[in-house]
């Protein structure tokens, strides 16, 4: 059994760790509530453009359509894995390097599969794996449209240039703050609704176009690719501060238990050690009375 000094110093560790977790969880509960409003009010508009986009692009002819929704065999794909750029917040990261790893072996076996990493903690692994084209750890010191449109833009232009047939978007879709679902988005080409699709959701309007269809389209697909990626960072950002939230509050737990655990042996040894003191006394007083 371990000394009383021993045990008294794990104590001490264990709850500076207690506490450490406890003041972690606090920080990312505050800035969840921010992240989780900034979430909450985007998408409503996000979701709309995207679904007007794709009813205006089903009604277009194939030779009218934008380079954006080109369906070409598929032979390089390019894939976007959204990570953060710190750790302690359970399976996030890992989660979006596993679904985006896959998407490279399997879905896409046999293909030229390249990334581009947002966030430190997805580039530290992949590029050990993958070629990784381009990283970005910078953007969520301050997330802005117009940082998030830069890298919208050399994506659109990489596959207009046709350096890749597709594009994915992996990230942590936010549901709440003790769960986080990983996404995995086709960003290009553009995949117009089905027909049937449109007509089941009693989208199918005949709209007036000013000046024309085509012109409309060409103008609403880089803003709403913009602001889909836009969506996607804010959504891994809600996501990554409810995963440490919960990961934080997990830990402090266990800390707790092992603290409780830990002063249980604590008092035990404790005891063991006085009354092996005063049976000592006694032989000792017995030995001298004989």
């Known amino acids: 059994m371990a000394n009383l000094k021993e045990i008294r110093n794990r104590i001490q560790s264990v709850g500076s760790t207690m506490q450490i977790t ?53 032979n390089k794909v390019l894939v976007v894995a959204i990570t953060s750029n710190r750790g302690l917040a359970g399976a996030f990261n890992t989660n979006v390097i596993k679904a985006s790893v896959k998407l490279a072996n399997e879905t896409f076996a046999g293909k030229q599969v390249d990334f581009v990493t947002v966030g430190k903690k997805g580039n530290d692994i992949i590029k050990k794996t993958g070629k990784v084209i381009e990283h970005n750890v910078a953007i969520f010191d301050e997330l802005t449209f117009d940082a998030t449109a830069t890298i919208a833009e050399m994506l659109m232009d990489k596959f207009k240039e046709g350096a890749y047939d597709k594009i994915y978007v992996v990230y942590n879709h936010f549901k709440n703050a003790a769960t986080q679902e990983v996404m995995t988005e ?67 737990d266990n800390a707790t238990e092992l603290r409780d655990a830990l002063k249980l042996q604590y008092n035990k040894a404790r005891q063991a050690a006085i009354t092996n003191e005063i049976l000592e006394i006694v032989g000792g007083a017995e030995a001298l009375a004989g």
């Open 186 to 252: 086709q960003f290009l080409p553009i995949l117009p609704r089905k027909q049937e699709e449109v007509e089941t959701a009693g989208t199918n309007i005949n709209y007036i176009f000013e000046p024309s269809k085509e012109e409309i389209v060409e103008g609403l697909i880089p803003k709403s690719l913009k602001t889909q990626l836009f969506k996607a960072l804010r959504d891994s950002v809600a996501s990554e501060h409810g995963a440490r939230m919960t990961a934080m509050h997990k830990a402090t």
């Open 22 to 74: 406890s003041a972690m969880k606090m920080v990312s509960a505050a800035k969840l509530k921010k992240a989780q409003d900034a979430i909450t009010a985007m998408r409503p508009y996000s979701e709309k453009l995207t679904e007007l986009l794709q009813n205006l692009s089903a009604t277009l002819d194939a030779d009218s359509g934008s380079t954006f929704s080109e369906q070409r065999d598929v």
